[in-house]
């Protein structure tokens, strides 16, 4: 079993930062990947970043250029940092560890419970 904590998200006005984090414990895979994704009111969850067990990163297109994906030395803690903050990007963050092929399977893997980023205009 694995288990994802993400803490990190709050209010902030545009143009502003936060750091978001994901702490993972439990079992370790191969070929796993970790990522951070979002869902904000009445659209579906989207991927914002992702770093594959390799190290390869890949971002949206909407946030390239402002965020950052990062992982401690264990691979077991994921960040994101949130620069200049627009007011599009106000959604709940959340963490998933998954089988790097499965990617685009929503209900593979594991997910963490969420944190809230607002960012007011």
């Known amino acids: 079993q694995v288990q994802l904590v993400e803490s990190g998200g709050g209010s902030v006005q545009a143009g502003g930062s936060l750091e978001l984090s994901c702490t993972r414990s439990?079992?370790?895979?191969?070929?796993?990947?970790m990522g951070w994704f979002r869902q904000a009111p009445g659209k579906e969850r989207e991927e914002v970043a992702s770093i594959g067990s390799g190290g390869t990163t890949k971002y949206a297109d909407s946030v390239k250029g402002r965020f950052t994906i990062s992982q401690d030395n264990a691979k077991k803690n994921l960040y994101l940092q949130m620069n200049n903050l627009k007011s599009e990007d106000t959604a709940m963050y959340y963490c998933r560890y998954y089988y790097c092929v499965l990617a685009l399977s929503p209900r593979t893997g594991y997910w963490g419970q969420g944190t809230q980023v607002t960012v007011s205009s």
């Open positions: 439990g079992n370790t895979y191969p070929a796993w990947c």
